[in-house]
C-alpha cells in the first residue's frame, strides 16, 4: 500500500455513493456473471492504491532524487539483491535509501516508513566475467558448441567458446542430457561432454551473453549448502543496517527458513523472512513453508523454468490463494513491466497480466530489471501503480469477504472477531478508511486478511512494524511520534486522531465521511477488541 501520490484523485466533488473505485454495483453482486456484468468501464479508479511495490535497487536507481522519486510515485519497499556489486557497494546503497526516505518525510510532513529488503545470494550459480578484449558481452550462436568450465582460471576470461561457473562441483552433479539455462533462460544448452571440470554443450538456443549472468537447470537439485559464507556476512550486514525483510534464495523447505531463523538469531528475530519460492520442490512444501515464513515471493521467471511455463498459471492462483487463506502477503515477480526497461509505455499484455496478479489475490509486486537497470524507473513505477489501482476495482469484495469468513475456524479469536467485523461495518457504511490502533501490527494484518475496499490506516510507535506492514495489502502504515498519554484510552484517542487526520489532509477522506476505528481496551499486544464507526473531523479533538 501506498503513501498518497501527486498522481492520485481527491474524494472532495464525489458522492456518498459515487466515492471513485468502489464501483458498488459489482462489488455487491451475487453471482460471477452479475459482478462482472455490473463492472462501469468509465468510473474512475480509487485515490488509493492497495497493493505495494517493491522495487529494485541497481545502476538506474543510484542517487537519492531518483529514490526520492520513486518512493513519491508509489514505492514501498526497495530491493537489495547481494548477488549484484559488492558489499560495500550495496552498503551505500542502503544508506542513500535512508537518506531519499528522510527527504521524502520532510516533503510528506510525516515519517515515511520505507521497507527494505536483502535479497541473499544463496545457491544461485553464476557465469564469471567476459575477458576484457571482448567487450560487455558475446554472442554464442545455435548449432555450435561451447564448455563450460569450473576452472577458476578462466573466471576472468570468458569467450564465446569457453564460459566459467563458479559452482566447482557442476559437472559432478550432471549427466548428458541435461538442460542447462543461461540469463534468465534467454540462451538454452545441452549437455553432451563431461569431464572432470568441464562440460561441452550444444547451444540449443543462442543469444548475447554478458558477465556474470544466472546459470539453471531445470529439475535438478544440487547438494549445495543453503547459507554459503557470502550469506553469513551479508546477513551481518544487514543486522548492522536494520533491515527490514530478508530474503532467502531458492527456499524449498521449512528447514530453510528455520536454519535461517537460528543464524539470526535473538539479534534478528524482529526481521520479517520472504521465502523466494523458484523451484518444484518449493511448490510441492509450499503449506509446510507458510507455516514458518513471514512472507513469500514467487520467482516466476526460475519457477517457470522448473515447471515449465504453461504450469505457471496453475502454480501461482493457487499458491496465492494458500497464503492469502493463511494471512501471509505474497508478492509475484519476473516479467511485469519487462518492455519498459527500454520503453516509456509497457505492452498491453503486461498490464492485463499484472491485473491478473492483483485478481489472484497477491498483495504487492516486484519490479526487477525495470528499476534495476530499466531507463525509466520512476515512469515505471507509475505505471505499475496505475494498473493495480485499476485493477482493485474489479475484485469482488463481497465474494472474497465471504469465502474468507466460511473457511475460518470456529471458534475464532477476539482480535479476528474484531477485524471481521470492522469490515464488514465499513462495507456496509461505506467508510473512507479503517484506522487501526496497533503495536506488534498482527490486528492490522488480520483486517487486511479480508480485503477490504478502503485503505487501512494502521497507526504504530514502532519503526520496524511501520516498514513491513508496507507488505500487507491495503495498509498504509503511520508511525505516531508522540510520547504515551498517562491514560491508555486517551492515549488510543489521540492515536486514532491522527489516523484520521492524515486521511482527510491527504484527501481519500472528508469531514463527516464515516471512519471504522479498531483498537483495544488496554494496553499489550493481543487486546484488540473494540470497533466503532464515527464520522471524520478536522477538530483537535473530535473523540473528546
Given at each position: 500500500?501506498?503513501?498518497?501520490?501527486?498522481?492520485?484523485?481527491?474524494?472532495?466533488?464525489?458522492?456518498?455513493?459515487?466515492?471513485?473505485?468502489?464501483?458498488?454495483?459489482?462489488?455487491?453482486?451475487?453471482?460471477?456473471?452479475?459482478?462482472?456484468?455490473?463492472?462501469?468501464?468509465?468510473?474512475?479508479?480509487?485515490?488509493?492504491?492497495?497493493?505495494?511495490?517493491?522495487?529494485s535497487?541497481?545502476?538506474?536507481?543510484?542517487?537519492?532524487?531518483?529514490m526520492?522519486?520513486?518512493?513519491?510515485?508509489?514505492?514501498?519497499?526497495?530491493?537489495?539483491?547481494?548477488?549484484?556489486?559488492?558489499?560495500?557497494?550495496?552498503r551505500?546503497?542502503?544508506?542513500?535509501?535512508?537518506?531519499?526516505?528522510k527527504?521524502?518525510s520532510?516533503?510528506?510532513?510525516?515519517?515515511y516508513?520505507?521497507?527494505?529488503?536483502?535479497?541473499?545470494?544463496?545457491?544461485?550459480?553464476?557465469?564469471?566475467?567476459?575477458?576484457?578484449?571482448?567487450?560487455?558481452?558475446?554472442?554464442?550462436?545455435?548449432?555450435?558448441?561451447?564448455?563450460?568450465?569450473?576452472?577458476?582460471?578462466?573466471?576472468?576470461?570468458?569467450?564465446?567458446?569457453?564460459?566459467?561457473?563458479?559452482?566447482?562441483?557442476?559437472?559432478?552433479?550432471?549427466?548428458?542430457?541435461d538442460?542447462?539455462?543461461?540469463?534468465?533462460?534467454?540462451?538454452?544448452?545441452?549437455?553432451?561432454?563431461?569431464?572432470?571440470?568441464?562440460?561441452t554443450?550444444?547451444?540449443?538456443?543462442?543469444?548475447?551473453?554478458?558477465?556474470?549472468?544466472d546459470?539453471?537447470?531445470?529439475?535438478?537439485v544440487?547438494?549445495?549448502?543453503?547459507?554459503?559464507?557470502?550469506?553469513i556476512?551479508?546477513?551481518?550486514?544487514?543486522?548492522?543496517?536494520?533491515?527490514?525483510?530478508?530474503?532467502?534464495?531458492?527456499?524449498?523447505?521449512?528447514?530453510?527458513?528455520?536454519?535461517?531463523?537460528?543464524v539470526?538469531?535473538?539479534k534478528?528475530?524482529?526481521?520479517a523472512?520472504?521465502?523466494?519460492?523458484?523451484?518444484?520442490?518449493?511448490?510441492?512444501?509450499?503449506?509446510?513453508?507458510?507455516k514458518?515464513?513471514?512472507?513469500?515471493?514467487?520467482?516466476?521467471?526460475?519457477?517457470?523454468?522448473?515447471?515449465?511455463?504453461?504450469?505457471l498459471?496453475?502454480?501461482?492462483?493457487?499458491?496465492i490463494?494458500q497464503?492469502?487463506?493463511?494471512n501471509?502477503?505474497?508478492?509475484?515477480?519476473?516479467?511485469?513491466?519487462?518492455?519498459?526497461?527500454?520503453?516509456?509505455?509497457?505492452?498491453?499484455?503486461?498490464?492485463?497480466?499484472?491485473?491478473?496478479?492483483?485478481?489472484?489475490?497477491?498483495?504487492?509486486?516486484?519490479?526487477?530489471?525495470?528499476?534495476?537497470?530499466?531507463?525509466?524507473?520512476?515512469?515505471?513505477?507509475?505505471?505499475?501503480?496505475?494498473?493495480?489501482?485499476?485493477?482493485?476495482?474489479?475484485?469482488?469484495?463481497?465474494?472474497?469477504?465471504?469465502?474468507?469468513?466460511?473457511?475460518?475456524?470456529?471458534?475464532?479469536?477476539?482480535?479476528?472477531?474484531?477485524a471481521?467485523?470492522?469490515?464488514?461495518?465499513?462495507?456496509?457504511?461505506?467508510?473512507?478508511?479503517?484506522?487501526?490502533?496497533?503495536?506488534?501490527?498482527?490486528?492490522?494484518?488480520?483486517?487486511?486478511?479480508f480485503?477490504?475496499?478502503?485503505?487501512?490506516i494502521?497507526?504504530?510507535?514502532?519503526?520496524?512494524?511501520?516498514?513491513?506492514?508496507?507488505?500487507?495489502?491495503?495498509?498504509?502504515?503511520i508511525?505516531?511520534?508522540?510520547?504515551?498519554?498517562?491514560?491508555?484510552?486517551r492515549?488510543?484517542?489521540?492515536?486514532?486522531?491522527?489516523?484520521?487526520?492524515?486521511a482527510?489532509?491527504k484527501?481519500?477522506?472528508?469531514?463527516?465521511?464515516?471512519?471504522?476505528?479498531?483498537s483495544?481496551?488496554?494496553?499489550?499486544?493481543?487486546?484488540?477488541?473494540?470497533?466503532?464507526?464515527?464520522?471524520a473531523?478536522?477538530?483537535?479533538?473530535?473523540?473528546a
Open positions: 500500500m501506498t503513501w498518497p501520490t501527486i498522481f492520485d484523485a481527491k474524494v472532495d466533488g464525489y458522492s456518498a455513493m459515487d466515492l471513485p473505485g468502489q464501483q458498488i454495483a459489482a462489488a455487491h453482486a451475487n453471482s460471477p456473471m452479475a459482478h462482472l456484468l455490473n463492472l462501469d468501464i468509465d468510473a474512475d479508479p480509487a485515490c488509493q492504491r492497495l497493493s505495494g511495490i517493491m522495487a535497487m541497481g545502476p538506474s536507481t543510484f542517487d537519492i532524487g531518483i526520492e522519486k520513486m518512493m513519491a510515485v508509489g514505492m514501498n519497499l526497495a530491493y537489495v539483491n547481494m548477488s549484484f556489486g559488492t558489499r560495500e557497494e550495496n551505500e546503497i542502503i544508506k542513500m535509501l535512508r537518506e531519499a526516505a527527504s521524502f520532510i516533503t510528506m510532513g510525516k515519517t516508513p520505507l521497507a527494505i529488503a536483502m535479497r541473499l545470494s544463496g545457491r544461485k550459480m553464476r557465469t564469471g566475467r567476459i575477458i576484457e578484449s571482448l567487450g560487455d558481452s558475446v554472442t554464442l550462436e545455435e548449432g555450435y558448441a561451447v564448455k563450460l568450465t569450473t576452472d577458476e582460471t578462466y573466471h576472468d576470461r570468458c569467450s564465446n567458446s569457453t564460459i566459467y561457473v563458479d559452482y566447482m562441483y557442476l559437472a559432478e552433479q550432471l549427466h548428458t542430457g538442460t542447462i539455462l543461461l540469463d534468465n533462460e534467454t540462451i538454452v544448452l545441452k549437455v553432451e561432454m563431461i569431464s572432470a571440470t568441464t562440460l554443450c550444444k547451444i540449443e538456443r543462442g543469444g548475447i551473453l554478458g558477465s556474470y549472468k546459470v539453471f537447470v531445470p529439475n535438478v544440487f547438494a549445495m549448502q543453503n547459507l554459503p559464507e557470502k550469506d556476512l551479508d546477513i551481518e550486514m544487514a543486522l548492522q543496517e536494520q533491515i527490514d525483510i530478508i530474503i532467502p534464495s531458492n527456499v524449498t523447505c521449512a528447514a530453510d527458513i528455520t536454519e535461517l531463523r537460528t539470526l538469531s535473538d534478528g528475530k524482529r526481521v523472512i520472504m521465502a523466494n519460492i523458484q523451484t518444484i520442490q518449493g511448490c510441492h512444501n509450499f503449506e509446510e513453508i507458510l514458518e515464513a513471514d512472507a513469500i515471493l514467487i520467482n516466476r521467471q526460475e519457477l517457470g523454468s522448473d515447471i515449465t511455463p504453461k504450469k498459471v496453475r502454480a501461482q492462483k493457487k499458491m490463494v497464503a492469502n487463506k493463511a501471509i502477503p505474497i508478492c509475484i515477480s519476473a516479467h511485469l513491466l519487462n518492455s519498459m526497461i527500454y520503453n516509456k509505455v509497457p505492452l498491453r499484455a503486461e498490464v492485463l497480466d499484472i491485473a491478473n496478479c492483483i485478481l489472484d489475490g497477491a498483495d504487492f509486486l516486484l519490479l526487477g530489471p525495470e528499476t534495476a537497470v530499466g531507463k525509466f524507473p520512476v515512469e515505471t513505477i507509475t505505471y505499475l501503480s496505475n494498473a493495480c489501482k485499476e485493477a482493485e476495482t474489479c475484485v469482488w469484495s463481497k465474494r472474497v469477504f465471504t469465502d474468507l469468513i466460511d473457511m475460518m475456524p470456529l471458534p475464532c479469536d477476539q482480535q479476528t472477531c474484531t471481521t467485523a470492522g469490515v464488514l461495518a465499513a462495507q456496509r457504511c461505506m467508510a473512507a478508511a479503517i484506522v487501526v490502533i496497533t503495536t506488534t501490527g498482527n490486528s492490522a494484518h488480520i483486517v487486511a486478511k480485503r477490504p475496499r478502503c485503505p487501512i494502521a497507526v504504530t510507535r514502532y519503526v520496524q512494524v511501520a516498514r513491513q506492514m508496507h507488505m500487507w495489502r491495503g495498509i498504509i502504515p508511525i505516531y511520534e508522540d510520547d504515551p498519554d498517562i491514560t491508555w484510552m492515549d488510543v484517542e489521540k492515536r486514532a486522531n491522527c489516523g484520521v487526520r492524515w482527510i489532509e484527501g481519500f477522506a472528508r469531514d463527516d465521511d464515516p471512519i471504522v476505528i479498531i483495544g481496551w488496554k494496553n499489550g499486544s493481543g487486546t484488540t477488541n473494540t470497533m466503532r464507526v464515527i464520522y473531523s478536522l477538530d483537535p479533538d473530535p473523540f
